[in-house]
């Protein structure tokens, strides 16, 4: 009887030894800023929705609004569609609404980058490429895969 469940918790204890260096590998892969705890699950959650097709964009490139009707209707995204359970959605909501800025009442909903007053912000006096597409990010952004738009290429440095 002892034996057998001293056998159990050695098992359970290398599960949870793996587990953490599978879920410290797969982290590593991504450079994150530290934020706080209530908010690591839902960015974990977004960058594991959001990063499969493009790069996940970071939060405060686009107005909270549009974070919200990406979120609603993801069934219906630029002309594909996205598999988001609602717990997800509720946790990649919170997530994105912290770390975005609302819309002024009278301001159209950018759908795209190039459209939106953030996006322009962040890029005062920076000639963008044209047409502007996720793909173009990493031109100057080299660590956008792993959603650290700090780092930047050296022309810009
Ligand atoms: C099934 C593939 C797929 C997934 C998953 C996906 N997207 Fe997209 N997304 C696209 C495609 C295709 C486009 C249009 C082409 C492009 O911009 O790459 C797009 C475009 C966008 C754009 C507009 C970019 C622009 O300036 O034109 C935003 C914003 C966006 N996605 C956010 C998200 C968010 C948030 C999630 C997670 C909820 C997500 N995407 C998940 C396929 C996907
Ligand atoms: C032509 C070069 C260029 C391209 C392309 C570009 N950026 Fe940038 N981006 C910059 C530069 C330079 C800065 C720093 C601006 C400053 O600090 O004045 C910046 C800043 C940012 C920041 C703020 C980073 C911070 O300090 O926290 C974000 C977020 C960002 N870019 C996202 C994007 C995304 C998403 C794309 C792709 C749609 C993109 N950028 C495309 C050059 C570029």
New binding site residues.
Partial sequence: MLSSLKKINILSILAIIFFCLVAGWQLSAWSLEPIPERFQAGRETYLESCSSCHIA??P??MPTETWRKILEKPQNHYGTSVNLVSLNQILIWQYMKYYSRPLNQDEQVPQH?DESRYFKA???A????EP?T?K??I???PS?NSFD??D?SNQ?Q
């Fill in positions: 964009i970071p405060e490139v980058l962040l890029h005062p920076i000639p963008l490429p502007l996720l173009t990010c031109i100057c952004h956008a738009f700090r930047l810009w």
